[in-house]
T-cell receptor, first 115, second 111 residues
Framework: NAGVMQNPRHLVRRRGQEARLRCSPM?????VYWYRQLPEEGLKFMVY????????ESGMPKERFSAEFPKEGPSILRIQQVVRGDSAAYFC?????????????FGPGTRLLVL | TQLLEQSPQFLSIQEGENLTVYCNSS?????LQWYRQEPGEGPVLLVT?????EVKKLKRLTFQFGDARKDSSLHITAAQPGDTGLYLC???????????FGKGTLLTVNP
């Protein structure tokens, strides 16, 4: 029973390029959350999605960042025109369709480095 | 301002010792979660506590949720090198899906 999967595990981009981070939730889970962990800081909530719906994107920067969770395939966090300040670990979590959404299972993360 | 304060920030002990780490807030949480994170990996869920005063045990780990649901503690008995890692507490405030994380306690257990 695979857990939450994320790829790539490491991503290097130059300033101005695009970064695409992928997340496959645990089997049977329909809620996906993205968090960002900056150096020396705790994880910060970015966005909460269900299939084909963005439920809450209040933690996501208004510009350059977008997220989707299509009917088929993984959830994607997309960062356009990356800047050095985007360098961080990005974690995806999922929770089952019923029960508490507070109990979230995390993937291994994508470490993004912007040169 | 950090909503969840974890202490101590760093803790280095010898194998076999007992320890307690703390997670404190001035806010009331509907639940608190404890995670352990190893370098280069994601947080691994250890426990969720929901009821004020609740105590949960997971082998040598004992988790307690404060009566007022503002704080929590994690006690490890007879620590082992495999317990080494970053221990994070997280809570849901208001909405039940937007977790707020502390900065963690970095525990090192020396053999």
């Amino acid at each position: 029973n695979a857990g939450v999967m994320q790829n790539p595990r490491h991503l290097v981009r130059r300033r101005g390029q695009e970064a695409r981070l992928r997340c496959s939730p645990m089997k049977g889970h329909s809620h996906v959350y993205w968090y960002r962990q900056l150096p020396e800081e705790g994880l910060k909530f970015m966005v909460y999605l269900q299939k084909e719906n963005i439920i809450d994107e209040s933690g996501m920067p208004k510009e350059r960042f977008s997220a989707e969770f299509p009917k088929e395939g993984p959830s994607i966090l997309r960062i356009q025109q990356v800047v050095r300040g985007d360098s961080a670990a990005y974690f995806c979590a999922s929770s089952p369709p019923s029960g508490s959404r507070e109990t979230q299972y995390f993937g291994p993360g994508t470490r993004l480095l912007v040169l | 301002t950090q909503l969840l304060e974890q202490s101590p920030q760093f803790l280095s002990i010898q194998e076999g010792e007992n320890l307690t780490v703390y997670c404190n807030s001035s806010s009331v949480f509907s639940s608190l979660q404890w995670y352990r994170q190893e370098p280069g990996e994601g947080p691994v869920l250890l426990v969720t506590v929901v009821t004020g005063g609740e105590v949960k045990k997971l082998k040598r780990l004992t988790f307690q949720f404060g009566d007022a649901r503002k704080d929590s503690s994690l006690h490890i008995t007879a620590a082992q090198p495999g317990d080494t890692g970053l221990y994070l507490c997280a809570g849901a405030l208001g909405s039940n899906y937007k977790l707020t994380f502390g900065k963690g306690t970095l525990l090192t257990v020396n053999p």
